[in-house]
């Protein structure tokens, strides 16, 4: 299966970089909503405005907690943003819950606190097998790629929306000293600084690679990083010519080959 290099923004719905401060805003703070939102309610659409409410609430009532909420928030727009910077305020969506449950008459708290109940226990946990973040499905998508190079010298780069690959770094070393070829290169790009410290000596204690990689394969992550990161600025650094094959493992992680 080829795909030309002109369809890259078709076939994984990239988003242009043209993008503006305004729509950045947009997507910040739908990000720390949501985020507050999981903190005292399941991500369950019919249950999340029941806690939006409960946050918006706490925001009008109490000065200092708007505050605390807000700066950080009006800061994120203008700066370097990813989504785990919102975890910071988890508690106080959950001490705002609790200011207003106790303002409640107790019939309405306890209707409430059931509702959290009723929602954890029918959200859908995500696969261990296709999830992005789980060793099963980084697992995956490396056999993939052994099984595919069949033994030729390959390299191995990957894109994370935070940027940096620990995990698939430690991976294929990990692999390597189970007896698997380690890839000609495996990092975030091509050229790429090493910032593992203790990689030289790893890498010292295994067979070194001398020849030139015949295949280059790119383990993608969703989702986009679009203002920080983007995906269509990284494909730029990888030096290839079209993608031969795709293999999707999960819903936010996708295995591409492609040609030199």
């Known amino acids: 299966m080829k795909i030309p290099n002109a369809s890259f923004n078709q076939c ?11 729509h950045k805003i947009a997507i910040v703070t739908q990000s720390v909503i949501h985020e507050l939102n999981l903190a005292i309610l399941p991500d369950i659409p019919w249950l999340s405005v029941i806690g939006l409410l409960a946050v918006g609430a706490g925001i009008l009532l109490w000065p200092k907690i708007r505050l605390l909420i807000l700066i950080p928030l009006i800061g994120f727009w203008f700066l370097h943003y990813n989504p785990w910077y919102a975890y910071g305020l988890a508690p106080l969506a959950v001490v ?6 106790r303002r409640l008459p107790q019939p309405i708290a306890w209707v409430y606190c059931l509702l959290l109940l009723i929602g954890s226990a029918s959200r859908k946990n995500p696969d261990l097998a296709t999830y992005k973040a789980f060793l099963p499905a980084k697992l995956t998508a490396m056999n993939y790629i052994y099984d595919q190079a ?13 940027i940096y690959d620990f995990a698939y770094q430690y991976l294929y070393i990990w692999q390597a000293f189970r007896g698997r070829p380690l890839p000609t290169e495996f990092s975030y790009q091509p050229g790429a600084p090493t910032y593992i410290n203790e990689k030289a000596g790893l890498l010292a204690m295994l067979p070194p690679v001398t020849k030139q990689p015949e295949l280059i394969f790119l383990i993608i992550e969703k989702p986009d990083n679009i ?17 031969v094959d795709k293999k999707i493992i999960g819903p936010e992680l996708e295995v591409w080959q492609v040609a030199p």
């Open 12 to 22: 994984f719905g990239l988003i242009s970089q043209g993008i503006t401060n305004n």
């Open 96 to 101: 705002i819950v609790g200011k207003i449950l």
């Open 150 to 162: 069949g033994g030729q010298p390959f390299a191995s780069y990957h894109y994370l929306p935070e």
């Open 227 to 243: 203002w920080h990161y983007p995906f269509e600025s990284w494909l730029k650094q990888i030096n290839f010519s079209e993608v």
